[in-house]
């Protein structure tokens, strides 16, 4: 496992990650991602990976020579699909690693009518994963009709599906206190990151951020909410500063 270890160390600076997801293209037009390398040449070193589809990292200049990681999602649907939460794997852990990738992301949404699917397309990805070497990243929400995304037991129950799937680091939604996002990472042995979720003010997210970190998250991975911010370079570093462990002191107050 001594290939594993040494791609999540890539990925997870001293056990902690700001991961920078620009795979939304696929999904819908995004409006901060018409130009990939553009976002790459402002956050590299800043964000400690990126997530692309391998399209994207094709038509890069700069993926070849960046500083950050490189993770890339194996999981796409369209909004445009008369299922948009039914995620289909349409790309290979072969094909990640030819394309120079640190690691693999796919994405699930527990409680979703095509949830068993997504679970079984995950594992398979998993153990190709083991056999390469090769981190997993899953994307695990509670998602799908009369589902609360951010209650605290359906947040748990998507995190430990990740972790029976085999990821060895674990996305999913801010359940909105420290006390419930703390029993979200207990239940976890895989490391958990937050989603950033829809464009929030600035100080909301970092607001969010600190509260999970003191939750004890291993980090974040968000993307509207950096690479559409006013400033993207000087946020990201912001958030990173959180991330990583700079002192900073605040009276939390559980919502």
């Known amino acids: 496992m001594l290939g594993k270890q040494r791609r999540l160390r890539r990925i997870m600076k001293n056990g902690k990650a700001l991961i920078v997801p620009m795979d939304h293209g ?63 794997v349409i790309t290979s852990v072969e094909k990640a690693i030819q394309l120079g990738a640190d690691g693999v992301s796919v994405h699930i949404n527990v409680g979703s009518s095509t949830e068993g699917e997504q679970i079984r ?59 419930t996002f703390r029993e979200v990472v207990e239940f976890s042995k895989a490391p958990v990151l937050i989603a950033g979720g829809g464009k929030r003010s600035d100080a909301e997210i970092i607001d969010m951020v600190e509260e999970a970190m003191i939750a004890g998250a291993s980090g974040v991975a968000m993307g509207r909410n950096v690479f559409q911010a006013e400033d993207p370079r000087e946020f990201a570093l912001r958030v990173s500063r959180i991330v990583h462990g700079v002192v900073y002191e605040r009276t939390v107050v559980n919502r």
């Open 26 to 88: 696929i999904t819908k037009p995004v409006a901060g991602i018409e130009d990939i390398d553009r976002v790459i040449e402002m956050l590299d070193g800043v964000a400690d990976a990126f997530i692309l589809h391998k399209g994207m990292v094709m038509h890069s200049d700069l993926v070849g020579d960046m500083e950050s990681a490189l993770i890339i999602h194996l999981s796409a649907s369209t909004n445009l699909s008369p299922d948009p939460l039914a995620k289909k």
């Open 121 to 179: 397309e995950a594992s398979i990805v998993a153990e190709r994963c083991i056999d390469y070497g090769i981190p997993l990243l899953v994307m695990s929400y509670p998602r799908g009709s009369g589902i609360n995304e951010y209650g605290l037991e359906e947040v748990k129950l998507a995190v430990r599906t990740a972790n029976e799937i085999g990821a060895d680091i674990v996305k999913t939604n801010y359940t909105g206190s420290v006390e």
